[in-house]
């Protein structure tokens, strides 16, 4: 699939560098969102992102900052992480995130991330 | 806590063999997806059910739905090689503020 586009798809940091994840959608969605897929453990819903609005923080820790510009594109800025968010980000898009939406998400490929 | 989950979390198969997996869930549903991830790649959305349908096919792809006994099946018959991949079963309820909800997988490998 290449109608959501991650970069990088691969992403080495240390404990203190800063770095930033993109997400672009090319499917005319209004919703964006956020997941962690670590090995042996079902996806993690982070962020959710409507109409470019916030509607959904799961708990996220602060050292993951989202931002949404626009419909098309999300990242995730990343600041002072940890060895255990060592992890596969998956972004996803969908016409909207909402009440008996009955919408497919559609995924990019994600970006490994590996911290040193 | 785990709204979906799979069963086999592993399988095996030859290629030409049929391959049925299961998920359970907890709470009433809006929908039930199933999505295929092959390894270092996404997840591809491949059949959403909906909670009034029992069941859905799509090519090779049949998928039930048992509200009563809150349990999916995906079937792939004629599995190929290509099918080697993990497969999830995500949930979307109100429970969850709509959101889906995913299982963690059942990895299927499919041996030529």
């Known amino acids: 699939e290449t109608g959501v586009t991650q970069t990088p798809r691969h992403l080495v940091m240390g404990m203190t560098n800063k770095k930033s994840l993109k997400c672009e959608q090319h499917?005319?969605?209004?919703?964006m969102y956020w997941y962690k897929q670590s090995a042996k453990k079902p996806l993690e819903l982070m962020f959710v992102?409507?109409?470019?609005?916030?509607?959904e923080n799961n708990s996220v820790p602060s050292r993951f900052s989202p931002e949404c510009p626009n419909s098309s594109h999300l990242f995730l800025h990343l600041h002072t992480l940890q060895p255990e968010d060592s992890a596969l980000y998956l972004c996803?898009?969908?016409?909207?995130?909402?009440?008996?939406?009955?919408?497919?998400?559609?995924f990019g490929d994600g970006t490994r991330l590996s911290i040193l | 806590s785990q709204q979906g989950e799979e069963d086999p979390q592993a399988l095996s198969i030859q290629e030409g063999e049929n391959a049925t997996m299961n998920c359970s869930y907890k709470?009433?549903?809006?929908?039930l997806q199933w999505y295929r991830q092959n390894s270092g790649r996404g997840l591809v959305h491949l059949i959403l059910?909906?909670?009034?349908?029992r069941e859905k096919h799509s090519g090779r792809l049949r998928v039930t739905l048992d509200t009563s006994k809150k349990s999916s099946s995906l079937l792939i018959t004629a599995s190929r090689a290509a099918d080697t991949a993990s497969y999830f079963c995500?949930?979307?309820?109100?429970?969850?503020?709509?959101?889906?909800?995913f299982g963690g997988g059942t990895r299927v490998l499919v041996k030529p």
């Open positions: 709470t009433s549903i809006n929908n």
């Open positions: 995500a949930t979307e309820s109100k429970a969850a503020g709509n959101k889906l909800t």
């Open positions: 996803a898009s969908s016409h909207f995130a909402g009440s008996d939406s009955n919408q497919p998400q559609h």
């Open positions: 059910i909906r909670s009034n349908e």
């Open positions: 499917l005319g969605h209004n919703a």
């Open positions: 992102y409507n109409f470019k609005e916030q509607t």
